[in-house]
C-alpha cells in the first residue's frame, strides 16, 4: 500500500466510526453550523460531529497543527474530501474565516495575529463576516471610501459597508479601509475589528429570495486597535485581491453544497417529465438535462485535474476567477433547468401544495442569481481571465 | 486516478509536437488537396511515424508495439490536431490496432498486428452505412454459404476506405436493422472480388470513402471474435475511437484558439487592439473554459480505457461529446473573430472550421453522445 492509500484507510475507518449517521444526510441549510459566540446546534448530533472534527483539526484540514488544524497536505485533504464526499459526510463548520479569512493571515498575518485568530477560527469559537463591498464600489471594489484614521493610539473608522453576509450574526470583521485618499489601490489597508466595538450597526437587507443573509453595515467613529492592521499600511489590496481568489473557490463550493440539498436535474426530470424504460420522456429536455450533467461532470474532472496539477506544481494562474464563473454560471443553469422539468411545483412560496424539496428549489433558484453577482461578478471574473491568463490588452 | 501527465506521456507529446509542426504543419495537408494526391496522406512521413512506434502504441509489445496506451497515442492524436496532419493514425493505429489485440485470433494477430506496428499495412473499419453515426443500423448483410461468409451491401464515409489493405466489415449475421445484435466483424481484404471502393471527397480534404459489397466472399478464419456478437467487441474500441477523436479535436480546437488570440493582439482597429474590446475578450475567455472542461474530460477518458474501468464509455462519450461542442464553439468564433481574413482560401483558419465538423460527425455527434452518456446513467 503507498502511502496515500494507508492515509485514505485510516480516513475512511475514522470516519466511519466518528461521524454520527444522521450526520451523513444532506444537511439542510438552518442546520449548518457557522460557530461564534452564539454558536447554535440546531440538530443536537452536528455539535457532536463538529467536536470530533475540531478534536481532528479537520474544520480547517491543511492548516497547521499548532494554529488548530491538520496538518494535511493538499493531496491528503483531497483524500480527506472525497472520503467525506463518499459517506456523505456534513462539513461540519462554515465560516468566513476559514473559508477566506484563514488562508491569508496565513500568509501576511503577524505572529501575534495568527496565534490569536486562527485557533479560534478552527475550532469554531470566532464567526467572521467580510466588510468589502460598498454603495459606491462594487465591481470597481477598489473605489472604497470607508474612512480609516491614524488616532496615535488607536485607528477611527468612519464609513459604510454593504451586502457584508451574516453581518448581524458576525462576531469579528475583516474590512478594507481607505488609510490614503492620494492612491487608489496605494491607500488601501486590511483591518480586523470586533462587531461588538462601539459605533457598528449591521441592518439585514430583505432579498428576493425572502432571506436576510446580507447586511448593511455602518460604522460611526468605530475604535480599533493599532495592532490589528494586517501586513503593511496602504497595502491591503494585495491581500484583498488575494482573499478573493479564496472567496471564488468558495462560492462555486458554496453552491455546490446548497445544490446539493436539493435533488439532481436528472432525478426531478425524472420525477417531474416521467420515464419510459428509464429515459426521461420528454427528448427535449433529456437533452438539457445530459448537457448539465455532463457540464458538471466534465466541471468536476476540471476541479481535480487542477487540484492534482498545483500539487505536482504546474497550475496556472486565474484558474479561480475560470472555476468561479463557471461553477455559478453552471448553478444557475441548474435552476433554470429544474424549474422547467418540474413546472409550477417548483414555483411555490410557501404553505399548502408543496412539498419542502420544492419550496426549497424556489428560494435557491433565487438564492443563485447572486452567486454570479458577489465575490466579483461574472463579467469581472472574465475580465481578469482574458487579462490573466489569456494576456489580452487593457 | 492521474489527472496529470507522466514524464513518459510528457517525452511522448514532446516529441509528437515536434514532429507535427516540422514534418507535417498545416501546410501539407493544404498540398495534399491542392494537388489532389491520390492517397490522401504522406506515406514517407507515415513510415516515419510508424519508425517512432506510433503506428503501435495499442499493438503489446509481444506483437511489436510499444504499448503506450490510449493516454500516450492521446498526446500524439492531440499534436496531430493541431495542424490537421492527415495520416492513418485514427483508422489503423487508434481502431484496427486494439480491435485486432482484443478480439482476434490468435492467427489474425500473429499475421496482421507485426505489420500494422510497423506501419506496413494500412485497415480500416467499416462501418456507418448512411450520413449519420448509427452502428445498430447496420443492414449490409453477411451470409454463411458453403461455410464462406457472403457480403452483399454498402458501407459509407470509411476513414481510410481507399487506401486500407484490409478492411474490418461490421456485417449484420443475425436480427435486422436497429438493433445491436446479430453484427458480426469480418476482416476483408482490399483487393477482394466483388468489393468497389469509391474515395469520396469531404469539405476537410482527408480520407473517406464509399465501399461496395458484391457478393463479396471471404472464408470463415475471416471472423472476427464469435459470430453474431460483433458489437459487444466493438463498443469498447469505439469508445477508444472517441476518446482519441476528442483528443484530436481538442489539438485542432486548442490551435485555432490560440491563433485567433494572437490575431486579436495583432489586428488594430480604432487604433488599439481589437483584443482590448470586452465584446471579443468575454467570449475568448468564456471559450478558455471549454477547451479546459474539454481537456479534462479527454484525459479522463484516456485514463480509465487504458486502465479499463467502469465508467469508461461514460467518459468516452463525455470527452467526444464536450470535444464536438467545444470544436463547434471555437471553429465557429475563430472564423468570426479574424474578420474577413477569415473567409479567405489563404487562412488556415478555415481549414480547422472544415476540419472540425467532419471529425464532429465522426463516431456520434454531441447529440449522439449525450444520448448515450444519459441512457449509461439511467436517465
Redesign the interface.
Same mark, same amino acid.
Given at each position: 500500500m503507498t502511502t496515500e492509500d494507508e492515509f485514505r484507510a485510516d480516513t475512511r475507518a475514522w470516519l466511519e466510526a466518528q461521524c454520527p449517521l444522521s450526520m451523513r444526510t444532506p444537511m439542510p441549510e438552518d442546520e449548518r453550523v457557522w460557530g461564534g459566540r452564539h454558536a447554535s446546534f440546531r440538530h443536537p448530533d452536528s455539535r457532536v460531529w463538529f467536536e470530533r472534527m475540531v478534536g481532528r483539526g479537520w474544520t480547517v484540514p491543511t492548516w497547521p497543527r499548532e494554529y488548530g488544524g491538520g496538518g494535511l497536505s493538499a493531496a491528503e485533504a483531497i483524500v480527506l474530501k472525497e472520503e467525506m464526499q463518499r459517506l456523505g459526510c456534513r462539513t461540519p463548520l462554515f465560516g468566513f474565516g476559514i473559508s477566506m479569512l484563514g488562508p491569508v493571515l496565513l500568509k501576511y498575518g503577524s505572529p501575534a495575529q495568527k496565534a490569536e485568530h486562527l485557533p479560534k477560527i478552527a475550532r469554531g469559537e470566532i464567526r467572521w463576516c467580510q466588510g468589502y463591498s460598498e454603495p459606491g464600489a462594487g465591481s470597481d471594489l477598489a473605489s472604497l471610501q470607508t474612512k480609516c484614521e491614524d488616532r496615535g493610539d488607536h485607528w477611527l473608522v468612519n464609513g459604510q459597508k454593504v451586502w457584508t453576509s451574516y453581518a448581524h450574526l458576525a462576531d469579528w470583521i475583516f474590512c478594507l479601509v481607505r488609510t490614503d485618499t492620494g492612491a487608489k489601490h496605494g491607500g488601501i489597508s486590511f483591518l480586523l475589528f470586533d462587531m461588538a466595538s462601539a459605533g457598528v450597526e449591521a441592518r439585514p437587507i430583505k432579498l428576493i429570495s425572502g432571506a436576510s443573509a446580507f447586511c448593511e453595515t455602518f460604522f460611526t467613529n468605530v475604535r480599533v486597535p493599532k495592532d490589528q492592521l494586517v501586513g503593511r499600511l496602504n497595502d491591503g489590496w494585495t491581500i484583498a485581491k488575494e482573499l478573493l481568489q479564496h472567496e471564488r473557490g468558495m462560492i462555486s463550493e458554496i453552491g455546490r453544497a446548497i445544490g446539493a440539498t436539493v435533488p439532481s436535474v436528472?432525478v426531478v426530470?425524472?420525477r417531474y417529465l416521467g =420515464?419510459v424504460d !428509464?429515459?426521461?420522456v420528454d427528448p427535449v429536455l %433529456? =437533452?438539457a438535462?445530459?448537457?448539465h #450533467?455532463?457540464?458538471d +461532470?466534465?466541471?468536476q $474532472?476540471?476541479l481535480?485535474?487542477a487540484a &492534482? &496539477?498545483s500539487e505536482?506544481g504546474?497550475a496556472s494562474g486565474g484558474l479561480s476567477s475560470?472555476f468561479k464563473?463557471?461553477g455559478t454560471e453552471q448553478n444557475k443553469r441548474k435552476f433554470e433547468l429544474i424549474l422547467k422539468c418540474a413546472g409550477h411545483a417548483a414555483l411555490g412560496w410557501e404553505g399548502a401544495g408543496f412539498d419542502e424539496s420544492e419550496l426549497l428549489a424556489c428560494r435557491t433558484w433565487l438564492r443563485s442569481k447572486g452567486n454570479s453577482i458577489e465575490g466579483g461578478t461574472s &463579467?469581472i471574473? /472574465?475580465?481578469v481571465?482574458?487579462k490573466r #491568463? /489569456? !494576456?489580452?490588452? =487593457? | 486516478m492521474?489527472?496529470?501527465l507522466n514524464d513518459e506521456q510528457r517525452m511522448l507529446q514532446a516529441a509528437a509536437r515536434d514532429f507535427f509542426t516540422t514534418r507535417l504543419p498545416v501546410g501539407a495537408l493544404r498540398r495534399l488537396r491542392d494537388t489532389q494526391d491520390a492517397d490522401g496522406f504522406d506515406r514517407a512521413a507515415w513510415r516515419e511515424m510508424a519508425d517512432l512506434g506510433w503506428a503501435g502504441v495499442l499493438v503489446p509489445e509481444a506483437h511489436g508495439g510499444s504499448d503506450f496506451g490510449y493516454a500516450g497515442l492521446g498526446q500524439i492524436l492531440e499534436e496531430g490536431g493541431r495542424t490537421l496532419a492527415a495520416s492513418p493514425l485514427v483508422a489503423t493505429a487508434l481502431i484496427a490496432a486494439p480491435l485486432l489485440a482484443r478480439a482476434g485470433t490468435a492467427a489474425q494477430q500473429d499475421r496482421l498486428l507485426g505489420p500494422l506496428a510497423a506501419g506496413e499495412r494500412l485497415f480500416a473499419l467499416a462501418l456507418d452505412e448512411g450520413p449519420r453515426h448509427a452502428p445498430a443500423q447496420t443492414a449490409l448483410r453477411a451470409t454463411g454459404v458453403d461455410g464462406a461468409w457472403v457480403l452483399n451491401g454498402v458501407k459509407r464515409f470509411v476513414l481510410d476506405g481507399h487506401v486500407a489493405d484490409e478492411i474490418i466489415v461490421v456485417a449484420r449475421t443475425a436480427g435486422s436493422p436497429g438493433s445491436t445484435d446479430g453484427l458480426s466483424l469480418l476482416l476483408v481484404p482490399a483487393n477482394a472480388p466483388g468489393l468497389v471502393r469509391t474515395r469520396v471527397s469531404l469539405v476537410d480534404s482527408r480520407n473517406v470513402a464509399d465501399l461496395e459489397f458484391r457478393d463479396v466472399r471471404v472464408e470463415p478464419p475471416a471472423l472476427i471474435g464469435a459470430p453474431h456478437t460483433g458489437y459487444a467487441l466493438l463498443e469498447p474500441v469505439l469508445d477508444g475511437a472517441c476518446a482519441g477523436l476528442a483528443a484530436e479535436m481538442l489539438g485542432s480546437a486548442q490551435e485555432a484558439f490560440d491563433r485567433t $488570440?494572437d490575431y486579436? *493582439?495583432l489586428r488594430q482597429q480604432f487604433g488599439?487592439?481589437i483584443?482590448?474590446f470586452?465584446a /471579443? *475578450? +468575454?467570449r475568448?475567455?468564456?471559450m478558455?473554459?471549454e477547451l &479546459? $472542461?474539454?481537456?479534462?474530460?479527454v484525459?479522463?477518458a484516456l485514463v480509465a480505457l487504458d486502465a479499463r474501468r467502469d465508467d469508461a464509455a461514460l467518459l468516452a462519450s $463525455?470527452a467526444k461529446?464536450?470535444a464536438c461542442d467545444t470544436a463547434e464553439l471555437v471553429s465557429n468564433e475563430a472564423v468570426q473573430m479574424h474578420g474577413g481574413i477569415g473567409m479567405t482560401d489563404a487562412a488556415d483558419i478555415g481549414l480547422f472550421l472544415k476540419r472540425a465538423r467532419v471529425a464532429q460527425q465522426s463516431f456520434g455527434d454531441a447529440?449522439f453522445h449525450?444520448?448515450r452518456?444519459? %441512457?449509461l446513467?439511467?436517465?
Open positions: 436528472d426530470a425524472q =420515464d !428509464g429515459r426521461i %433529456r =437533452d438535462v445530459a448537457r #450533467v455532463m457540464d +461532470h466534465a466541471f $474532472l476540471t481535480r485535474r &492534482e &496539477e505536482a504546474a475560470m464563473y463557471y &463579467e471574473q /472574465l475580465n481571465i482574458a #491568463v /489569456l !494576456g489580452l490588452p =487593457d | 492521474s489527472m496529470v $488570440l486579436l *493582439k488599439v487592439a483584443g482590448s470586452q /471579443l *475578450k +468575454h475568448a475567455a468564456q478558455l473554459c &479546459e $472542461l474539454t481537456r479534462s474530460a484525459l479522463a $463525455l461529446a464536450k447529440g449525450r444520448a452518456y444519459a %441512457r446513467k439511467g436517465f
